[in-house]
């Protein structure tokens, strides 16, 4: 059987750097893109040390013609470049717009100039173009864009979709709803609940619940969403949009006992915030005969077990916290 190729961009991520370990172990040939300005270099290293079939380019997202030359053969390209963080969205808007939304468009447009035979594209969306439905989101409920992020991701989307349409690439958009796991991404910027739980943990700090910890998220673990990507990919299926997330969302609540610290602290609400956000996947479950296998129990016992990942993330303080919600609160109330 000849080798698969594969292009997977912001490879030192959290999501795309699982999704690079999980193709290679399929023995596929991964090409890897990141700049590493918020990817980790660990996890490159880590790759690199482990299988033969990677071959990695620091570069940005931007520079994609001048890496194209270098690969005569691509036949999935797993795109997942760019910000990911909500809040610094809110002071950064043009430059989230220029990463998120605009570098796709270049990504694909190049991929369709060097003419390569693709099997599919698949574009790492974001389930934040719900907004504030508040209730269980099919892909058809309706786009609601509270903050830039979402309008960068879902900008994009429309990019992917509609060049892929008139250019006859087989695309598909996957709408990703919290995804975690080992190697969660931790930053200088607040985001991720778990990641931040983590550390408070470790440092024995309490843990800042936003509210009154009833929200609830739709958390999906790593090797789950690898799995869809993947089944997506080789699918017989192009020019669609999937949710993809556990399908039943947990409580922070809840979500804080599976940590076990000994202390909590409830802070203010945080405005464009959704009391509830949970992926309807009936649609994905069908087309591409998936299903989550992982509990959230059973993943975060998982990333319990190597907790000491988390020492060098940033420490959270409710004083930390307000600092980096100014913008974000002034702006959405």
């Known amino acids: 059987m000849k ?42 290293d880590l790759i690199k040390k482990k299988y033969k079939n990677f071959i990695f380019f620091k570069k940005n997202i931007n520079q994609i013609d001048s890496i194209l030359i270098n690969i005569k053969k691509i036949d999935y390209v797993f795109h997942f470049a760019g910000y990911g963080e909500l809040v610094p969205s809110m002071e950064n808007p043009i430059e989230y717009i220029e990463n998120n ?61 509609n060049l892929g349409k008139i250019y ?46 009833s929200q609830k998220r739709d958390f999906l673990y790593i090797s789950d969403l690898c799995d869809a990507f993947y089944k997506s990919a080789v699918s017989k299926y192009k020019n669609e ?20 610290a000994k202390r909590k602290k409830y802070i203010k609400w945080r405005p464009g915030e959704p009391m509830k956000t949970e992926a309807n996947i009936a ?17 975060i016992n998982t990333i319990l077990n190597d907790i000491n990942y988390f020492k060098e993330a940033p420490l959270w303080t409710t004083k930390k916290i307000n600092s980096a919600l100014k913008t974000w609160n002034k702006f959405l109330k």
């Open 101 to 161: 939304s605009l570098n796709s468009a270049k990504l694909i447009d190049e991929i369709i100039k060097k003419k390569y035979k693709i099997k599919k594209f698949i574009y790492a969306a974001s389930s934040t173009c719900y907004g504030l439905n508040n209730k269980k989101t099919s892909e058809k409920s309706k786009i609601s864009l509270e903050h830039p992020y979402a309008l960068s991701k879902y900008a994009g989307e429309l990019f992917i979709l």
């Open 241 to 260: 949009i999937f949710n993809l997330g556990f399908g039943k969302a947990k409580s922070v609540n809840y979500l804080s006992s599976l940590i076990k």
């Open 3 to 44: 080798k698969k190729f594969c292009l997977i961009t912001g490879c030192a991520g959290f999501i795309g750097g699982h999704l690079a370990e999980y193709l290679l172990k399929k023995d596929m040939v991964v090409y890897g893109i990141d700049n590493l300005s918020t990817g980790k270099k660990s996890t490159i």
């Open 168 to 213: 006859n690439l087989p695309v598909i958009s996957i709408r990703i709803f919290n995804a975690y796991g080992p190697r969660s991404r931790t930053n200088s910027s607040y985001g991720a609940v778990i990641g931040v739980f983590l550390k408070q943990k470790i440092e024995k700090f309490p843990l800042t619940i936003v509210g009154d910890g």
């Open 283 to 299: 649609k994905i479950k069908k087309f591409i005969k998936w299903k989550p296998k992982i509990s959230l129990k059973t993943g």
